[in-house]
């Protein structure tokens, strides 16, 4: 479990549903992104509080996986004012209210985190640290916050490890 969150067990299921739905639909991912990654995320982004609405008044992030309303136009394929279509395929269309429900947040955020990973920019790896990054923002802010999840992902990797309770994920 992620340290101080052990609610976060409770979407073990969800999450390795999502990855593996996304998956079998041709989202690429990158190979070292696993479950326990995709819970330190969480744990971040709203202490795996289903309805935690960002800290931030100028944020429309919400929900377990804080994804904004920007984020869901993109995840729908639709355009921006330019008219410019980010993603084209893989779609999955929600009411912003959704993303308030930890199903809808769980399969927002890991298509969004594959999302990110696509557009990788060549001044960084193509690993599931860049997917992070871009997550948050490709800068320094993006790196800062790509570090911290990385750093509850080790720290519950290592627990996992050293009290054997390492499931099949």
């Known amino acids: 479990e992620i ?4 609610d976060g067990n409770d979407y073990d299921d969800l999450i390795q ?4 739905y996304w998956k079998s639909q041709g989202v690429k991912f990158p190979d070292d992104l696993n479950p326990l990654m995709i819970k330190a995320l969480i744990s971040v982004e709203s202490g795996f509080d289903p309805k935690a609405k960002s800290k931030d008044p100028e944020s429309t992030a919400s929900g377990l996986m804080q994804v904004t309303d920007q984020s869901l ?3 729908g394929g639709f355009p921006n004012k330019e008219k410019w279509i980010e993603m084209r395929e893989q779609l999955i269309h929600v009411q912003k209210s ?20 696509s557009q990788t920019p060549n001044k960084y790896s ?44």
Do not use: M
């Open 3 to 6: 340290e101080n969150y052990p």
């Open 17 to 20: 549903f999502w990855l593996d």
């Open 73 to 75: 136009r993109v995840l």
């Open 98 to 117: 959704d993303k308030l429900d930890p199903v809808v947040s769980l399969a927002l955020g890991t298509r969004l985190l594959a999302h990110k990973f």
């Open 126 to 169: 193509k690993n599931a640290r860049s997917a992070l990054i871009g997550y948050h923002q490709w800068n320094k802010k993006g790196e800062a916050y790509a570090d911290e999840v990385l750093s509850r992902y080790e720290k519950a990797r290592k627990k996992i490890c050293r009290y054997g309770k390492l499931s099949r994920r």
